[in-house]
Structure formats: C-alpha cells, structure tokens
C-alpha cells in the first residue's frame, strides 16, 4: 500500500514568490494535516482539513492557505514568500480527523527560500 | 511560555541504560497525547499514544499526569538504534484539531 505521498522534494525560490505543495494521503483516509518544520524545532500546524472542509487553523499569515480535492489529497499554496518560510512542509493522513486518531505523515517538502 | 514544552538534550547514555523524558504542557484542556520519533531528515513516526493509566510497548512506557500537566516517556535497554529525536504532541478537546509538538529531544545511544 503506498503511503503518504508529496511533491516536489525538494524547491528553490526567491522572495516574493509563491509555491504550491501538493500531498496525497493514505487510501482511504479522509484527512490531511499540514505542518511547518524549522531546523530544531518540532512541527508547528498549519491546516487540518476534512472532507474538503477546514477543521482547524495554526498561528499562520494568511499567506498561506490550503484545500482539499474531492479525491482528499491536497494542496498548500504560500504567497509572498519571505526568507523565514524556509522549512520542511510535512503533510501528516489521517482516517477521519479524530483527536485520537493516529497521524501518519509524508516525506516532506524541503523548500528553500532564498 | 510555549504550549509544550521538552527539554532539548541531546541526551548521551551508554547502551543498555534506561532513559526517560518529560513534556509538559500548558493548556489544561489537552486531550489527546502522543509521542513520535523523528530520526534526521525524515519525517516523524508515531511512536506510541499516551493514556491516563499509561501504557506500555515492549521497551518503552508512556505515561500521563493530569494533575501536574506532563506526559513521560521511558526507554528500558536502550539500542544504538533508539537514537533519535523524540517529539511530544498533545491535542486539544473540542471540534477543533489543533496539535501542539513540542521542540523534541535528542536521544544518542552510544556503544
């Protein structure tokens, strides 16, 4: 079974511009999560969404926004890119959303910002 | 003060040594716990979920303290292979899903 996948792996890009990042979770979960990692930090949330549907917000600009398909894989779209946006960008499936449901994350997008 | 927080380490000790971590956390209307293990340059992994009456995986114990807001973790006969950064969740009840990590501490276990 594949498990979660996100694209691209890597991305170089210049202040000001904007990225978008692209999850598919586990067959047949209906949630995504997104996270933002910072060398030496743990993963700070970005968006919960489920079923297309935003269930919950992190402390984050509105420079970043996010959706969901109707196929539940998603997209993490970042305006206005500044220096400090460099991080890892992990996207986390889960079955149904449920607080103690368990959370399976993707590789990760290393996006350099320079 | 940060919502969870963890002692950074990096925690050395020998193999075989039983290690333990705490995290606290600041909102007592945390529900859910978990920890995860991340090694370097990947993505975290779910290593065990946290429960009032605490429990227990093989070598490792999770446990919960409501009343003084911390969750534990306890590594017995620590491996070369434990050697990783472990990061503390804790999730707030309510509609809303809004996970908190903590900063994850750095076990190296050493021959």
């Known amino acids: 079974d594949a498990g979660v996948t996100q694209s691209p792996t890597h991305l170089i890009k210049t202040r000001g511009q904007h990225v978008t990042l692209r999850c598919s979770p586990i067959?047949?979960?209906?949630?995504v999560s997104w996270y933002q990692q910072v060398l030496g930090q743990g993963p700070q949330f970005i968006f919960q969404?489920?079923?297309?549907?935003?269930?919950g917000r992190g402390n984050f600009p509105d420079r970043f926004s996010a959706r969901q398909f109707p196929n539940y894989s998603s997209e993490l779209n970042v305006n206005a890119l500044l220096l400090g946006d460099s991080a890892l960008y992990l996207c986390?499936?889960?079955?149904?959303?449920?607080?103690?449901?368990?959370?399976?994350f993707g590789p990760g997008t290393r996006l350099t910002v320079l | 003060r940060k919502e969870v927080e963890q002692d950074p380490g990096p925690f050395n000790v020998p193999e075989g040594a039983t290690v333990a971590f705490n995290c606290t956390y600041s909102?007592?209307?945390?529900?859910?716990f978990f920890w995860y293990r991340q090694d370097c340059r990947k993505e975290p992994k779910l290593l065990m979920s946290?429960?009032?009456s605490g429990n227990e995986d093989g070598r490792f114990t999770a446990q919960l303290n409501r009343a003084s807001q911390y969750i534990s973790l306890l590594i017995r006969d620590s491996k070369l292979s434990d050697s990783a950064t472990y990061l503390c969740?804790?999730?707030?009840?309510?509609?809303?899903?809004?996970?908190?990590f903590g900063r994850g501490t750095s076990l190296i276990v050493h021959p």
């Open positions: 986390a499936s889960i079955i149904a959303g449920h607080t103690t449901d368990t959370q399976y």
């Open positions: 067959s047949g979960h209906k949630s």
């Open positions: 969404y489920y079923e297309k549907e935003e269930r």
């Open positions: 909102n007592s209307a945390s529900q859910s």
């Open positions: 946290v429960y009032s």
């Open positions: 969740v804790a999730l707030l009840s309510g509609g809303s899903y809004i996970p908190t």
